[in-house]
C-alpha cells in the first residue's frame, strides 16, 4: 500500500489508543495490531493478569489456619488491617510516604509500557508522528523523515528508561530506610511491652522467644502491610501493561485468562497451605535453636562436667538443619508459580508466532504484535512473580506475628507512663488479707496473709520449700498485684498505676544476681549513663557491702570488667556486688531473697550487721538461716501457702510450734556443720 504523494507504503486506516486518529469518527482496528489471528494470539498475556487476581482474590489470602478460600481472603485481609491498627501515628505517616513511592512506581511502569507501544507504532507507521502534535517538536526538523522519527523515537525511549531506571533505584533505596526506620520502631515499642507486662506475663515464654520476636518479628509486622502495599502496587503495573493489550481486544484478554485459570489457581493453592505451614514450623525451629545456644553457654560449668556437650551441641545443629529443610523447600514452591508463568508466557509467543503465520499478510502484520507481547511478558511476568511473593511473604508474616500483635495490642491499652517520683512512705506496710494464684495453678501460692511492717523495722520471711515466700516478696516489690486482698502503704492502697512510684522506695537482691560484662563501676550503678555516675557514692555503697577490698584489689578498681554474669568473680563476690547495687539508690526498703545464702557465715554476719545498723530502712529479707532470721525485729512464718505466725525470735519460739521445727531442724544443720569441721585433718 502506498501514499499519494510520497510513494511509501501507508498502514491501514485507524490510530492506537494512545496516539489517536486525525480523522473524524472512532477508530477502527487496524491489521499491524488489531486484525485476525494475530490480534486474538497478544490476548494470552492476560494469563499473567488472571493468575494474579486469581492469587489476591482466591487463594493467597488463606488463613494459616486452612480455612476456605473466600473466608481465608477475608481473615488475611482483616490479620493486615489489624496490624495498621497497632501502628503509631508516627510510623503510619511514615507508611503514606511507602505508599506515595509505591505509586510513583507505578507510575514510571506505565509510562515504560506506553512508550514502548509508542516506539513500535513509529517502527511500523513512522508517519503516525502527525496524529500526535504534542510530539511532533520533539522529533523537529525530520519528523517527516521515517529513518529520523525512528532513530530519534529510539533515542528518547532510551533517555526515558534509563531515567526511569535511575528513580526506580531511588524510591527503592528510599523504600527501604523507610522500612528499616518503621520496623526498628516496633522493635522498641515490643521492648516496652515486654517492660510493661507484670511478672505473672514475663515468666510465661523464654528469654530466646522474646529475643527472636523483637529482633526478627516485630519488624515483620510492617512487613505483612508493606508486601500487601506492594502487591497491589505490582497488581497495578500489570493491570496498566494488560491494558494496551485489552484496548484493542478485551474480548480475547478475558478468554485467555480464564483459561489458565484453573491450572494457576491449583497450582497456588497447592503452595499456600504447605507455606503457612513452613512458616509457623520456621517460627519454632528458630526458637528452640536459640534456645539451646543460651542453655549451652548459660549452663557452661554444669555442661563441661557432666560431659553434656554433644547433646546441646545436637539440638542446636538438628534445628538449624530442619531451619535448613524449611528454607530449601521453601524456595522450591516459591519457583512453582514463576515456572508457571514463564510456561504459560513461552506457549503464548509459540502460539502468536504460529497463528501470525496464517495470516492475511503473515509475520509482517504480526510485528507490532509481538513486540508490545514481547515487552508486557517481559515486564509482567516478574511483576506477578513478585506479587505472588509478596503474598508469600504476607502469609508467613501474619502467621509469626500474632503473638507480637498481641502484645503490642495490650501495649496501647497500658496509659502512658511520664515521670514519677518516689511514692511517700513515712509509716508502715500493710497486708490486708492477701492472696495469690499463679496462672496455670491448681491450688493459691498464698492465702489470706494479714501482717504489718512499721518502717524502720527489719522482717525476716521463713518457711520450707514452696510455701510462697518469694511469692509474698514478689507481691511486696509490686511485681505480682495480689488476687484477693489489699497493699497499703502509710494507709493507702497500691495501685497498678502506683506501682512504679512504690519501687523507686525499694533495693532488691535476688538470689542469683544478673551482672553485666561489664566494669564494676557499671554494674553497681545498673542503667545509667556514665555522666550520671557518682563514684564516691559506688566506693560508699561498697564499703556498706563489705566489697570495697575485693574491689581495691582488682588490677583496674572500678574500671575492671567483671565478665560475662559476673564470671571472674566468686560467687561470694558476686552477691556483694549486687547488694552494693541495691544500695546504690539509697532506697527506704531493702529486700534480699535468699541474697546473703551464697555466703559464707562469717562474712553474712558483718553484713547483715552492717545492713541492720542502716537508720531509717525497712529490711524484708526472706531466708532459710534461722541466724539471720534471729537478727530481724520481726519474723513471719509460713506454712502451706499461709502465714502462720508473726512476731519477734523469742515470741515465735514460746508460742508457734512450726517456727520451733524450723529452728530445731537448723540448729541440727548447723551442728552437723560444726562436727565436719571437727573431723580429723579439718581446721576451723
Given at each position: 500500500m502506498t501514499s499519494a504523494g510520497g510513494g511509501r507504503r501507508r498502514p491501514r486506516e485507524g490510530r492506537s489508543p494512545l496516539l489517536g486518529d486525525p480523522s473524524s469518527g472512532p477508530p477502527e482496528p487496524r491489521s499491524g495490531l488489531g486484525d485476525g489471528l494475530a490480534s486474538r494470539s497478544i490476548s494470552y498475556p492476560a494469563c499473567i493478569i488472571m493468575v494474579l487476581m486469581a492469587k489476591s482474590s482466591w487463594r493467597g489470602r488463606a488463613s494459616a489456619s486452612g480455612v476456605s478460600p473466600a473466608i481465608g481472603s477475608l481473615g488475611l485481609a482483616r490479620a493486615v488491617f489489624r496490624r495498621v491498627r497497632v501502628l503509631t501515628p508516627w510510623e503510619r505517616r511514615r507508611g503514606v510516604w511507602l505508599l506515595v513511592l509505591a505509586a510513583a512506581m507505578t507510575g514510571l511502569e506505565w509510562l515504560g509500557g506506553a512508550s514502548v507501544f509508542v516506539f513500535i507504532e513509529l517502527l511500523s507507521r513512522p508517519d503516525a508522528m502527525t496524529a500526535a502534535p504534542a510530539l511532533s517538536p520533539l522529533l523537529?526538523?525530520?519528523?517527516?523523515?521515517?529513518?529520523?522519527a525512528r532513530a530519534i523515537a529510539l533515542g528518547l525511549m532510551g533517555a526515558f528508561h534509563l531515567g526511569r531506571i535511575g528513580v526506580l533505584l531511588g524510591l527503592g533505596r528510599a523504600r527501604k530506610r523507610l522500612r528499616?526506620?518503621?520496623?526498628?520502631?516496633?522493635s522498641g515499642r515490643l521492648v516496652d511491652a515486654h517492660l510493661a507486662v507484670p511478672l505473672s506475663s514475663h515468666t510465661r515464654r523464654s528469654s530466646a522467644e522474646r529475643a527472636r520476636d523483637i529482633s526478627v518479628y516485630a519488624p515483620a509486622i510492617w512487613g505483612a502491610i508493606d508486601s500487601a502495599v506492594y502487591a497491589g502496587t505490582e497488581a497495578l503495573v500489570v493491570l496498566g501493561l494488560l491494558s494496551l493489550l485489552?484496548?484493542?481486544?478485551?474480548?480475547?484478554?478475558l478468554l485467555a485468562g480464564l483459561l489458565l485459570f484453573a491450572l494457576v489457581a491449583s497450582t497456588l493453592r497447592l503452595t499456600r497451605r504447605v507455606a503457612t505451614e513452613h512458616a509457623l514450623r520456621s517460627r519454632q525451629v528458630e526458637a528452640l535453636s536459640l534456645s539451646a545456644l543460651q542453655q549451652l553457654y548459660g549452663a557452661w560449668r554444669e555442661v563441661k562436667v557432666l560431659g553434656r556437650e554433644r547433646f546441646f551441641r545436637d539440638r542446636f545443629v538438628s534445628g538449624r538443619q530442619d531451619a535448613l529443610a524449611l528454607q530449601v523447600h521453601d524456595e522450591t514452591l516459591n519457583q512453582v508459580p514463576r515456572s508457571v508463568l514463564e510456561a504459560a508466557f513461552v506457549l503464548g509467543a509459540c502460539a502468536l508466532a504460529l497463528f501470525?503465520?496464517?495470516g492475511r499478510d503473515g509475520v509482517a502484520t504480526a510485528f507490532p504484535a509481538l513486540g508490545l507481547y514481547a515487552y508486557t511478558g517481559f515486564r509482567a511476568v516478574p511483576a506477578v512473580e513478585r506479587v505472588l511473593r509478596y503474598l508469600s511473604e504476607m502469609r508467613r508474616d501474619v502467621a509469626v506475628t500474632e503473638t507480637v500483635v498481641r502484645e503490642l495490642e495490650e501495649l496501647a491499652r497500658i496509659p502512658a507512663e511520664g515521670p514519677v517520683t518516689r511514692l511517700p512512705f513515712a509509716d508502715r506496710i500493710t497486708l490486708e488479707g492477701v492472696g495469690f494464684t499463679h496462672e496455670g495453678a491448681a491450688t493459691p501460692a498464698l492465702r489470706d496473709v494479714s501482717l504489718e511492717v512499721p518502717r524502720g523495722t527489719s522482717l525476716a520471711i521463713v518457711g520450707r520449700t514452696g510455701v510462697g515466700k518469694s511469692t509474698l516478696l514478689d507481691l511486696l516489690l509490686g511485681l505480682l498485684a495480689p488476687g484477693e486482698g489489699q497493699i497499703r502503704i502509710d494507709g493507702v492502697a497500691l495501685q497498678s498505676s502506683s506501682l512504679r512510684a512504690w519501687r523507686l522506695n525499694i533495693g532488691y537482691v535476688p538470689q542469683t544476681a544478673f551482672l553485666l560484662d561489664d566494669t564494676v563501676r557499671r554494674n553497681v550503678a545498673f542503667g545509667l549513663p556514665d555522666a550520671e555516675i557518682d563514684d564516691a557514692r559506688v566506693h560508699r555503697v561498697l564499703d556498706l557491702a563489705k566489697a570495697h577490698d575485693f574491689v581495691a584489689a582488682l588490677p583496674e578498681g572500678l574500671d575492671a570488667t567483671i565478665g560475662e554474669r559476673g564470671g571472674r568473680l566468686s560467687g561470694g563476690e558476686r552477691q556483694r556486688l549486687a547488694i552494693a547495687r541495691a544500695l546504690y539508690r539509697d532506697p527506704d526498703v531493702l529486700c534480699f531473697d535468699e541474697a546473703t545464702a551464697a555466703l559464707d557465715p562469717a562474712t553474712?554476719?558483718?553484713?547483715?550487721?552492717?545492713?541492720?545498723?542502716?537508720?531509717?530502712?525497712?529490711?524484708?529479707?526472706?531466708?532459710?538461716?534461722?541466724?539471720?532470721?534471729?537478727?530481724?525485729?520481726?519474723?513471719?512464718?509460713?506454712?502451706?501457702?499461709?502465714?502462720v505466725a508473726w512476731g519477734s525470735w523469742d515470741d515465735l519460739l514460746a508460742t508457734s510450734a512450726e517456727f520451733r521445727e524450723l529452728a530445731a531442724e537448723a540448729?541440727?544443720?548447723?551442728?552437723?556443720e560444726k562436727e565436719v569441721k571437727t573431723l580429723p585433718g579439718i581446721t576451723t
Open positions: 523537529a526538523p525530520d519528523a517527516t523523515d521515517p529513518g529520523s528499616g526506620s518503621i520496623g526498628h520502631s516496633l485489552a484496548a484493542i481486544r478485551p474480548l480475547d484478554v501470525s503465520m496464517g553474712e554476719r558483718d553484713l547483715a550487721e552492717a545492713i541492720r545498723h542502716l537508720a531509717g530502712r525497712t529490711l524484708l529479707i526472706v531466708t532459710h538461716r534461722m541466724t539471720t532470721a534471729q537478727r530481724c525485729d520481726r519474723i513471719a512464718v509460713l506454712s502451706a501457702s499461709r502465714l540448729d541440727r544443720a548447723a551442728q552437723g
